[in-house]
């Protein structure tokens, strides 16, 4: 498959990019949000191996029938992931929804992923 055609099927995303003054390195302190949430395919059960450069620790695999395991990964994704194909890998569109309002983001990555899917994410409380 060619580079172009790699380039289109990437899923589209918007960047939420440093805030203005902010001492944080710009590549500490930018996000990726994934434009359609049907993009999400990651897995929806059984064990997840996150890739090193998502998480670098020791314990990088993750069973998805775990809540709190899965929630601590999907931050950890959401918070790491450098292109659309990681966060439309690892996540899946439906358990991103129900665990929305338990996980513990930075105000302004969660306040990006509900402004581009209010429907979804933006009345999500725990």
């Known amino acids: 498959m060619s580079s172009l055609a ?12 440093p805030q203005p003054g902010s001492r944080t390195p710009p590549q500490y302190d930018t996000w990726l949000v994934i434009q359609n949430l049907d993009d999400l ?8 191996e996150l890739p090193h450069v998502i998480h670098w620790g020791p314990l990088r695999v993750c069973d998805l029938s775990n809540d709190g395991r899965r929630r601590t990964a999907y931050q ?9 194909e990681q966060l439309a ?3 899946n569109k439906d358990l991103l ?22 429907a979804e994410l933006g009345g999500a409380t725990a």
């Open 41 to 48: 395919t990651g897995p929806t059960a059984g064990m997840m």
């Open 76 to 84: 950890e994704i959401l918070r790491e992931a450098a292109t659309g």
């Open 6 to 17: 790699t380039e289109l099927a990437a899923p589209a995303t918007v960047r939420i990019l």
């Open 89 to 91: 890998s690892l996540l």
């Open 97 to 118: 929804i129900q665990d929305w309002p338990f996980l513990m983001l930075p105000p302004r990555l969660r306040a990006g992923w509900e402004k581009v899917h209010p």
